[in-house]
């Protein structure tokens, strides 16, 4: 079993910047991927940004150039870097992480609670 820890969001306003951490922590496990998705209300969650253990990322295209995805493997954290934001990006942002077990080579996906992030005009 993996939790995931997050935390960063808050209320700041437009252009302003903010920094997303998620920590994984359990035992027996190894991260393939982490990334942070996010639900504005009424709406589908979404992916925002993704990064493999290796180090390749991937973006949505409406933050692209704004955020950055980064990870810390020794630390299984993941973070993400929120500049330039905007009212639109208003949502909860989840963390993901997407593990293997050393044992048996099962994968097994995980989410965080959940972190708000508020962005006013």
């Known amino acids: 079993q993996v939790q995931l820890l997050e935390s960063g969001g808050g209320l700041v306003q437009a252009g302003g910047s903010l920094r997303l951490s998620c920590a994984a922590s359990?035992?027996?496990?190894?991260?393939?991927?982490m990334g942070w998705y996010h639900q504005a209300p009424g709406k589908q969650r979404e992916l925002v940004a993704i990064?493999?253990?290796?180090?390749?990322?991937n973006y949505a295209d409406s933050v692209k150039g704004r955020f950055t995805i980064s990870m810390e493997n020794a630390k299984n954290t993941v973070f993400l870097q929120m500049n330039s934001l905007k009212p639109e990006d208003t949502a909860v942002y989840y963390c993901n992480a997407q593990t293997t077990s050393p044992g048996n080579g099962y994968q097994y996906n995980y989410w965080g609670q959940g972190t708000q992030v508020t962005v006013s005009s």
């Open positions: 990064i493999i253990s290796g180090g390749s990322t």
């Open positions: 359990g035992s027996r496990f190894r991260v393939y991927a």
